[in-house]
Every structure is written in structure tokens, then in C-alpha cells.
């Protein structure tokens, strides 16, 4: 299997293929737990992880394991990195984790893992493998953050509250609260404002790349400079 | 040289979408003005400002969308939506919660569904509920009527709307609230006990209600929309309130009458449930249609934590309406009956 390069594999997770808003994988925790940044932050950090630490590992195997296994051995390595991962963060951001309650378990049936399991590291070598691990969580958490940033600011008219449940009790001022005497918009947080801001924010995506392709085809129907053309008749003025 | 061509008897429809939403707006006023009379000048301030901003919302999302403005501005949908809405919205309400709930009915319910024509949900009941779920207490908020509170006079009035940090709010619960939560009075009782009560629902609200009924019945005549979701609907919330109605106590959710004159009923049986767009088409469809709007309301109001039901009963069924009518197609003349053999 020919290698790829580490610029597309990062083009491909930040923006082509992004795993939340071109592949919409990963749509249930992705809507559930984006209330605020910190809740989206705790989620995609440990998404993050868990994609490295099974990118990695089966890219390490994908040569003894027999195709007609695969899938089951796949799963048990997976659902091992997110057992660790959830032992991590009841040892250290334990409010974090009873917050983000049954969706941290949750990360093994999320597709995006699997996906890059099976759709990537097992036909590559280590190091793009794990490189691939991390862009497809950072360009998944990058999409969690953003959402979480709308909802809560939308939906409470302050940003980063609570981030000592994450960075310890030092961080427990980092809250910013931009309006002042803010009427709570209750629909923002609730789950109907997570598939509305999701919306919104594909569109917005689809919106720049249309008009990405829309100056790309521009440039190619300009003539080349010196290009020769035939001559019918007349002249061209 | 101009050609007359005319063959045929050429049926021409004289309802344009501007001359069928000019109608509703003109069959609003009798309800608005009883409303004006039992709850002062409220209603008119919050139509008054939402049409503002409705108009504002359409112009905007005409012009992201490409659409001519000047076209569309005059189907008056816009203002039907305005007024719709903030007729359902408490009395007194701020200018934000009106602008916020305007929005949404506007841009996510209509035009982010490609406008009107094609939007499944009825855009101001689907801007009721975004403000019922996302503000329950300034939407609970109901001013008491003529003759329980005082009225507060129209400078107050546009105070409490633009200004809303200086106007104190004087709100009671509404006769739907009060039957809620008495489940222990005889409704001798419950009327003797609280003031708001009139002679067979609310004080204001059995002539607001009667008032939208005057209206409807009106527009029915005038041929806008035909009886059949309307009359279902009315019927089956009767029907629903005399099966669990136990003839005086205040457990057994009030007589078929208290809920026909109570809360948004007629406004909603001939000005939302009507809406030609997201209801049903065929004529059984409609029957069909009504009568389980009707059916949800008396449910979500006695089984609900909601004030009032029609704005979610009416989104349920919106939902519904397509399958409905894919059952109910009728049969082309002609041909036998195609249901489900294609």
C-alpha cells in the first residue's frame, strides 16, 4: 500500500474529511455532550487519545491478525484503550467524568474509531497511522469545540465556565462572561440547539469550499498566458 | 394586434396568496380587539413590534437567498407569521423575547426550509414553541384580566416591551394553569375561589375565543380554507373533554365548554390549524387531522406540564401530514382504487 503524505492526511482530517461535519460519524456524542467547552473539550481529548492509542496499535498488528478476525480483534483493542482512558479520567478530572456520565464508555461504538481502524491504520505503517490517529481527533475535537463555544455562549451568554472540572481548581476563574444579565436561551443547550447549530455549521462548511471551487474553476477557464490560439479569420481585437 | 383568445369557460381563481393572507390578517382583528379590551394594549404593542421585525427577517433572508424582494414582500406572509405569533405570546412580553421567537419563526421554521410553500411546520408555531422551551417563565407570564388587576395603559404598555427592566409585571395563572393544579376542589369551588374565572371559562378568554371563532368563521365563509380540520378538531377536543369530564370536580380536567372557550382554542382550530401549507390536503386527511389535534391538545393540556397545548399538538400533527395523506389519497376518477399498489 503506497504511503501518503502527512499534508493530505492533515487536510484530509482537518477539513476534507472532516469525521464530524463531511462523514457526520460520531453524531451521538457529538450532539449530547457539546452543552459547553468543557464537557466538549473533556470528550474530545479523550477521543483524541483513544484514535491514537488504536491507531497504533492495530497498525502494529495489521500484519498477524487474519482478515477474518479482524473486526472482533479490532473491537477488543478499542474498547481496552477506552477502558483505560475512562480509569484516566476518573483518576484525575473525576466531576468531568461523572458529568460526561455513559458517553465516555460510549466512545468505543463511536464509527470514527473503528473507522480509522479499519479504514486506515490497518493498511499502513506506524507512523502515519498514529499521525492519522491524531488529526482525525484533533479535526473531531476541533468540531466538538467549536459547537460547544456556540451552545454555551449562545446559550448562557459566557464562555469557559467550569474549566477546573478539566485544569484543577487554578482555572476556576477562566470564565468570561461576554453579555452581561443574559436571559438563559434554554433551546441552545437543550439537544434541539445541537442539531440546529450542527446544521449551521455544515452549511457554513459547504458554503466555503463552494466558493473555494468556484475560484479554482475560475482560474483554469483563464487562458494561458502566450498560449497560441488558431486563427480562423479576421482579426481579434 | 392583440388576439383575444378566449375558448373554454376559463375558471380563474380570484385568491392570489396576497389576497388569502390579507383576509387572515383582517379576520385576527375581532380577537385582537377583545384581547385589547380584557389584557390592555399588550397584544398591540407585541404585533406592532413583531411585524417590524418579521418583515426585517424576511427581507433579510430573501436577499441571502436571491430572491426578489419586492415580490415575496407582498404575499404578506411575513406579517401573517407576525401576527400569529405574537398573538399567542403573553401580553407585555419583552422586545427581545418577541425578536427572538419572530426569528426563529422566520429563518429556521420557513426560510431554511426554502420559503414559503415549503416549510413542514407552521412557522409561528414552531416560534412558540422554541420561546415556550427555551424562556418557560417569561412565557408563563399572563397579565390578569380587565376587572382582576389593573391594566397597565399604553406608555406602559411599549415600557414593558422595550424597556423591560423597568416595568413590573403583574401576571396570574390562567384559568387552563388553575385547573391544572387543583386536583381537589369541587369547580363551584375552584370558580368561587379565584377571580380570573368568568362565566364558562376565563374571564377575557371566552369572548377572545369567541371573537377568533367570529373571525373564522368568516374566513370560512369567504371560502379560504374548508370546514372539515377545523370542525374535526373542535369536535374531538369536545368529545376527548365530555369522555373524562366528571360533571363538577376540578380533578376531571373541565366540561367540553371550558375547553372550547379556554386558551388558544378557536384561534387555533381557524387560524393555525387551517394553515394550508402544513396540513393535510385530501379531505379525509384533514378530517383525520383535526380530530387528532384535537385529541393532543385535551391530552397535553391535562396530562402535560405545558399552559397550553396547541402549539405542540399543531407541530406533532404538521409532522404527520404527509403520511396522513399519502393514506388518504383519493381515488382518481376513473381508475381504481391505486393505494399502495404502485
Known amino acids: 500500500m503506497a504511503e501518503v503524505s ?17 462523514q457526520l460519524l460520531g453524531l451521538c456524542p457529538l450532539l449530547a455532550v457539546t452543552g459547553s467547552v468543557v464537557n466538549a473539550l473533556g470528550l474530545a481529548t479523550a477521543t483524541t487519545l483513544v484514535l491514537i492509542c488504536t491507531n497504533t496499535s492495530v497498525s502494529l ?22 477502558s483505560c482512558i475512562e480509569l484516566l479520567m476518573q483518576a484525575f478530572a473525576y466531576e468531568l467524568y461523572q458529568i460526561l456520565g455513559i458517553f465516555l464508555p460510549l466512545i468505543t461504538t463511536n464509527c470514527i474509531i473503528l473507522g480509522r481502524a479499519d479504514g486506515f491504520a490497518a493498511r499502513h505503517s506506524l507512523g502515519p497511522s498514529i499521525y492519522d490517529g491524531l488529526i482525525m481527533g484533533v479535526g473531531f475535537g476541533s468540531v466538538l469545540l467549536l459547537l460547544g463555544a456556540l451552545r454555551e455562549l449562545s446559550g448562557t451568554g459566557a464562555l469557559f465556565a467550569n474549566m477546573d472540572l478539566l485544569f484543577g481548581p487554578g482555572a476556576a476563574n477562566w470564565k468570561v462572561v461576554l453579555f452581561a444579565n443574559y436571559q438563559p436561551f434554554l433551546l441552545a ?24 471551487k468556484k475560484r479554482q474553476d475560475a482560474r483554469k477557464d483563464r487562458p494561458v498566458k502566450g498560449a497560441k490560439r488558431v486563427r480562423v479569420t479576421g482579426t481579434i481585437s | 394586434m392583440t388576439l383575444m383568445r378566449i375558448t373554454s369557460p376559463h375558471a380563474h381563481g380570484p385568491m392570489s396568496t396576497s389576497r388569502v393572507m390579507q383576509n ?4 385576527t382583528i375581532p380577537g385582537i380587539i377583545v ?27 430573501l436577499t441571502l437567498r436571491r430572491r426578489p424582494l419586492g415580490f415575496y414582500l407582498k404575499d404578506y406572509s411575513a406579517l401573517v407569521t407576525a401576527f400569529l405569533l405574537c398573538i399567542a405570546l403573553p401580553p407585555y412580553s419583552p422586545w427581545w423575547l418577541i425578536a427572538v421567537g419572530i426569528a426563529s419563526a422566520i429563518l429556521l421554521a420557513k426560510h431554511l426550509y426554502g420559503g414559503l410553500g415549503y416549510n413542514p411546520f407552521n412557522p409561528a408555531m414552531a416560534g412558540y414553541v422554541i420561546l415556550l422551551i427555551s424562556f418557560p417563565i417569561q412565557m408563563t407570564a399572563w397579565a390578569p384580566p380587565r376587572g382582576v388587576g389593573e391594566l397597565p395603559g399604553l406608555l406602559e404598555a411599549l415600557q414593558a416591551c422595550f424597556v423591560p427592566s423597568t416595568f413590573d409585571a403583574v401576571t396570574m395563572a390562567t384559568p387552563l394553569d388553575l385547573m391544572k393544579q387543583n386536583n381537589s376542589l369541587l369547580l363551584e369551588d375552584l370558580w368561587a375561589q379565584n377571580a380570573q374565572f368568568g362565566r364558562w371559562a376565563g374571564i377575557g378568554w371566552e369572548w377572545a375565543n369567541i371573537a377568533f371563532l367570529a373571525g373564522g368563521a368568516w374566513l370560512l365563509y369567504q ?19 365530555a369522555l373524562f369530564y366528571d360533571g363538577g370536580s376540578s380533578a376531571s380536567g373541565g366540561s367540553p365548554l371550558f375547553h372550547l372557550l379556554s386558551g388558544a ?12 401549507v402544513t396540513s393535510t390536503v385530501s379531505v379525509r386527511g384533514r378530517l383525520i387531522y383535526g380530530a387528532l389535534i384535537g385529541a393532543l391538545i385535551y391530552i397535553i393540556r391535562v396530562r402535560g406540564n405545558y399552559p397550553d397545548a396547541v402549539a405542540f399538538a399543531v407541530l406533532i400533527m404538521n409532522f404527520a401530514a404527509p403520511f396522513i395523506d399519502h393514506y388518504t389519497q383519493p381515488r382518481t376518477y376513473g381508475h381504481r382504487d391505486t393505494r399502495g399498489e404502485e
Request: aromatic share 12%.
Open chain 1, 6 to 22: 502527512y499534508k493530505e492526511l492533515s487536510l484530509n482530517g482537518l477539513w476534507k474529511n472532516n469525521p464530524a461535519i463531511v
Open chain 1, 61 to 82: 498488528i495489521r500484519n498477524i491478525v487474519s482478515d477474518a478476525v479482524r473486526l472482533p480483534v479490532f473491537v477488543m483493542i478499542i474498547a481496552a484503550a477506552v
Open chain 1, 189 to 212: 443547550i437543550l439537544p434541539p440547539g445541537a442539531f440546529i447549530f450542527t446544521g449551521l455549521i455544515i452549511a457554513v462548511k459547504n458554503l466555503i469550499d463552494a466558493r473555494i
Open chain 2, 24 to 27: 387572515v390578517l383582517l379576520a
Open chain 2, 35 to 61: 384581547l385589547t379590551h380584557f389584557f390592555g394594549f399588550g397584544t398591540l404593542v407585541n404585533i406592532f413590534w413583531g411585524s417590524i421585525v418579521a418583515v426585517a427577517c424576511e427581507a433579510l433572508a
Open chain 2, 223 to 241: 371560502r379560504i380554507f374548508t370546514w372539515h380540520a377545523p370542525v374535526a378538531m373542535l369536535a374531538s377536543l369536545s368529545l376527548m373533554a
Open chain 2, 265 to 276: 382554542t378557536m384561534f387555533g382550530a381557524f387560524f393555525i390549524v387551517t394553515d394550508p
